[in-house]
């Protein structure tokens, strides 16, 4: 099958992007990798009026610090992103969840802002995002505003990105104190594959080896990707050994709303998320045990 009829025109500047899905009302799409868009346009399941081609915006790309923020622009490859020595340095949880996105040639073409605005379930980047507290950019002919990941995603591939919004770039905060570790783990049927589900855990721990700071987030068990502050309440002031974090994620499938589908049912999901919670907040706290020897 091939894509609907459409236009296409390449804009050169951020401003002439949003003039463009202004003057769309609604029809106008952005591709940058098109790793997804295009797929869905060959089988007719998208069919935008006019394609804006986002890919020679240079100020969409590369990696910036402000402050304890690393500012990530959404026309960024994924392979830059992982390649990138600040990010391994300030960022290692979103460089390890970017090993996991697909294969090496799909991160060579997809994009940041491409992952975040697809807003699939899945997603390891919107993942990361929301665990972190991360902050999306966007930007119209009527001004910029900040979204945090928390009020981004609203269910399975829909955002609260207005029609005529470019997404410009995400906003990670960076954790500098000492003794701070990350863990990320995700389970699919084969590498590469989408994710039955995924966990992400960052957290720092105090002289004493308790945690004084967590943050536990699953992916792929929930239309969106959830925050697990009840894990992280419950793992607070914890020596975090192997037997409170079983306590703290037993009751996991209570905070989330998976859905059954041809990879996976929703009580697999469950159980696969609660043992990927497991896993993840493990090695954070191992990696900021070692980082404390």
């Known amino acids: 099958m091939k894509a609907a009829a459409f236009d296409y025109i390449r804009a050169d500047t951020v401003e002439e992007a949003c003039r463009l899905l ?68 300030r960022a290692p949880l979103l460089a390890e969840a970017l090993s996991h996105v697909g294969h090496e040639q799909t991160r060579n073409r997809g994009t940041v802002g491409g992952s975040l605005a697809n807003a699939d379930p899945t997603a390891e980047i919107g993942l990361v995002a929301r665990t972190l507290d991360a902050e999306i950019v966007a930007r119209s002919s009527g001004g910029e ?3 945090p990941a928390a009020a981004f ?13 470019l ?12 003794r701070t570790g990350h863990g990320f783990h995700e389970l699919g049927i084969r590498h590469g594959d989408f994710a039955i589900a995924a966990a992400a855990a960052q957290l720092t721990l105090d002289s004493n080896g308790r945690c ?18 009840a894990v992280e309440d419950a793992l607070a002031g914890s020596p975090l050994d192997d037997a409170a ?12 709303d998976p859905e059954s589908d041809i990879h996976a049912g929703a009580e697999q999901r469950q159980r696969t998320a609660r043992a990927m919670a497991r896993r993840a907040i493990a090695d954070a706290r191992d990696r900021a045990q070692a980082g404390a020897a």
């Open 212 to 229: 004084i700071r967590i943050h536990v987030g699953v992916g792929g068990a929930s239309p969106c990707p959830v925050r697990l502050t």
């Open 167 to 178: 997404l410009i770039a995400l906003r990670l905060p960076v954790w500098t104190a000492p």
């Open 22 to 89: 202004a003057e769309g009302e609604g029809e106008a799409r952005i591709i940058a990798g098109g790793q997804t868009l295009v797929p869905l346009m060959a089988m007719r399941l998208a069919r935008p009026e006019l394609l804006v081609d986002i890919n020679r915006i240079a100020s969409l790309k590369g990696v910036t610090a402000d402050g304890e923020t690393l500012v990530i622009g959404a026309g960024t490859r994924q392979a830059d992103v992982l390649a990138d020595a600040e990010v391994a340095a």
């Open 245 to 256: 974090i079983a306590r703290a994620t037993e009751d996991i499938s209570d905070m989330l």
């Open 145 to 147: 505003r900040r979204i």
């Open 153 to 165: 995603f609203e269910s399975a591939m829909v955002t609260t990105l207005a029609p005529e919004e």
